[in-house]
């Protein structure tokens, strides 16, 4: 397994993650890049649609 | 302890059906439903060729000491209607090939440490339970989800971001929350925003890094410190009043929402607040205002050394402890304050470039 750190700034803090791959993922820094900034996306679609109400 | 790995793609994990249940990957089946001493295993000989497969929880909770999602090659889907899971040991989530719907509580429940949560990229759909007495979880990666309830044990932010719908709480039990330069996010607004809702027992550590509580709605929410020490930052991060409840203690405190709007942070009135640090100001046509909840005053105290804020609103607030509490020159003082001064700091001594040259 292959554990990539990676974080972005923002202007709603740091998003701290890592991406945990096989040894053979195959995939490209392109990819993998990408896997990261969906991630980030995700995390902002959080922080920007905060609940409201009780869960 | 024994192993267990699931086969033949798309069935029920529930407390009797066996079929699914083999004891090497993709051998045969018939092996005893996992008790909570046995690692569960998903791998890409748990389904048929490649194909997509649900793997549906019944019978609230499901129990497993490791759980191991990994080497999928088809997508896995985790479900179960308010069914639970309840894992002894760690976590892992694949990064791709796998989903996650059930909607039940995920329990930790270790009762030893080294323990890891890593859920790559996969959110919790329900709240997420650290119940383990002497237990000891390490994040993985960043983790986001509803609620937190710490009980038990220790959570190891481990330097990753930590996401919350609504909010961590805290219940009844001897329990720790480790930065190492983590963030917990809770985006919840009300008055539990976050809840240290049963501060006997709780502690903080800050481990290496700076630790980060952000408070990000836009409206108003409150952190229920419960007169805890936070060995860690606590960050007004939106729009909607922050207000801190309980005589706390905290590393220091910021305002990142001044670089978009003006905000406040509010005390209740009659208790104390210790800093360390104290990095909360606002902006030019930014203002952040400081005050209590109610007409009455609020203490904030720092030991030594000196605050240098800015563009701050202050009313109802007494400053003290020790440390020289510069308001900054464009602040202003609304009335029943005490303690803060309306300048900027005076220079440190030395900055006037005078220095001697020796040959």
């Not at chain 2, 748990?46 to 549906?56: E, H, Y």
């Not at chain 2, 985006?187 to 481990?207: E, Q």
């Not at chain 2, 406040?264 to 607040?273: D, K, M, Q, V």
Request: negative net charge.
């Amino acid at each position: 397994m292959v554990k990539i750190d990676f974080s972005f700034q923002s202007q709603y803090g740091t998003f701290a993650d890592a991406l945990h791959l096989p040894d053979d993922h195959g995939l490209t820094q392109d990819e993998i890049n990408a896997m990261q900034q969906q991630r980030f996306d995700n995390w902002v679609a959080i922080i920007t649609a905060p609940q409201s109400e009780e869960v | 302890m024994a192993n267990r790995y699931w086969i033949l793609g798309t069935g029920t994990w529930d407390a009797t059906n066996t079929v699914n249940w083999s004891d090497t990957s993709g051998g045969s089946g018939g092996f005893s439903v996992p008790t909570a001493s046995d690692n569960v295993f998903f791998d890409a000989n748990s389904n048929v060729l490649a194909t997509a497969f649900t793997v549906t929880m019944a019978d609230t909770p499901r129990v497993c000491n490791d759980f191991t999602a990994s080497g999928l090659d088809g997508t896995m889907t985790l479900a179960g209607t308010n069914i639970g899971l309840t894992v002894s040991g760690s976590l892992t989530f694949q990064a791709t090939n796998f989903n996650r719907t059930y909607n039940g509580i995920t329990t930790f429940n270790a009762t030893t440490t080294g323990k890891t949560v890593t859920t790559n990229g996969v959110s919790f759909g329900a709240g997420v339970t650290f119940n383990g007495v002497g237990g000891s979880w390490s994040l993985g990666s960043a983790l986001s989800g509803t609620i937190i309830t710490l009980t038990n044990g220790t959570l190891n932010l481990a330097g990753y971001t930590t996401t919350l719908s609504t909010r961590l709480i805290t219940s009844i039990g001897t329990k720790n929350l480790t930065f190492n330069g983590g963030t917990l996010i809770c985006t919840f607004a009300g008055t539990t925003a976050f809840n240290n809702a049963v501060p006997t027992g709780f502690t903080t550590t800050a481990g290496t890094g700076t630790g980060v509580i952000s408070l990000t709605n836009s409206t108003a929410k409150t952190f229920v410190g419960g007169g805890s020490t936070f060995n860690c930052t606590l960050n007004q991060g939106g729009a909607g009043a922050l207000t801190i409840t309980g005589s706390n203690t905290f590393s220091n405190i910021t305002n990142t929402r001044k670089s978009v709007s003006a905000t406040s942070i509010l005390f209740t009135a009659g208790t104390t607040n210790t800093f360390t640090d104290w990095n909360a100001s606002g902006e030019s046509t930014r203002l952040l205002t400081i005050g209590s909840v109610t007409a009455a005053s609020h203490t904030l105290s720092k030991a030594s050394g000196t605050v240098s804020a800015d563009y701050l609103s202050i009313s109802q607030s007494t400053a003290t402890g020790g440390a020289g509490w510069y308001a900054g020159a464009n602040s202003t003082d609304g009335g029943n304050n005490s303690g803060w001064i309306f300048t900027a700091p005076p220079a440190p001594s030395g900055s006037n470039s005078n220095f001697l040259v020796f040959f």
